[in-house]
């Protein structure tokens, strides 16, 4: 069955350096999304993406996040400059198009800002 | 801010059907009830979705009342491996967005 892949699953980055999250959404979906999760929090949006361009973005998404569709696979969210703040679990997921509703998830890549 | 309002946990045992309620008595005529459960570190994971009529699936069954105004997600022979945070979401199915908007959840302990 296909899945959404994440990479890495955990990285550690100093305050104030950039990361680079990947996510490799299910071949034939059109929307996608990244959400984050602070440790014992809820789940929150950040954004979503459809067309080559944000659909939608949170508070949270300042312009430290950027996301991009670089090729036909990948989709990632790149945090220019990370603070302590920034340590969470980052979900990928994607959704098809059409009349299809169910978001599908990554396992998620936990996020480490030290 | 969500929504809907869930116990913040249940207990059930092994092998018999968890009932998991959830109230949304705000939604509106457009909007549907997801459930989403998310096993301890891994991605949140679809469960069921429904709109009026009650909804099955080969994970789940979903019972919405007539009013709409809250909804049961069963679990019909609970395993210790459905042990997660349980989320329920209204969303409207309208433009391309369709973002998530968490609550708590319900955190599911299936008991042997």
């Known amino acids: 069955e296909p899945e959404v892949t994440q990479t890495p699953s955990h990285q550690v980055t100093q305050m104030g350096q950039e990361v680079i999250l990947r996510c490799v959404p299910i071949?034939?979906?059109?929307?996608f999304y990244w959400y984050r999760q602070i440790l014992g929090q809820k789940v929150e949006f950040l954004v979503s993406f459809y067309n080559n361009e944000i659909s939608e973005k949170s508070e949270i998404f300042d312009d430290q996040f950027s996301v991009e569709r670089p090729d036909g696979s990948n989709f990632t969210l790149k945090i220019r400059s990370t603070k302590l703040e920034d340590s969470a679990m980052y979900f990928c997921?994607?959704?098809?198009?059409?009349?299809?509703?169910?978001?599908?998830f990554g396992p998620g890549t936990r996020l480490t800002v030290t | 801010d969500a929504k809907t309002t869930q116990p913040p946990s249940m207990d059930c045992a092994e092998g018999r059907a968890a009932n998991l309620p959830c109230n949304h008595s705000t939604i509106s005529g457009n909007e549907y009830v997801y459930w989403y459960r998310q096993i301890h570190s891994q991605g949140p994971q679809y469960i069921i979705h429904g709109l009026k009529n009650n909804e099955t699936n080969e994970m789940a069954s979903l019972i919405i009342t007539e009013d709409r105004k809250s909804s049961t997600l069963i679990l019909p022979h609970a395993t210790l491996r459905d042990t997660a945070v349980y989320y329920c979401?209204?969303?409207?199915?309208?433009?391309?967005?369709?973002?998530?908007?968490w609550g708590l959840g319900t955190s599911l302990a299936v008991n042997p």
């Open positions: 997921a994607s959704r098809p198009t059409g009349s299809a509703y169910e978001q599908y």
């Open positions: 979401i209204v969303q409207h199915n309208a433009g391309n967005n369709r973002k998530l908007i």
């Open positions: 071949s034939n979906h059109l929307y």
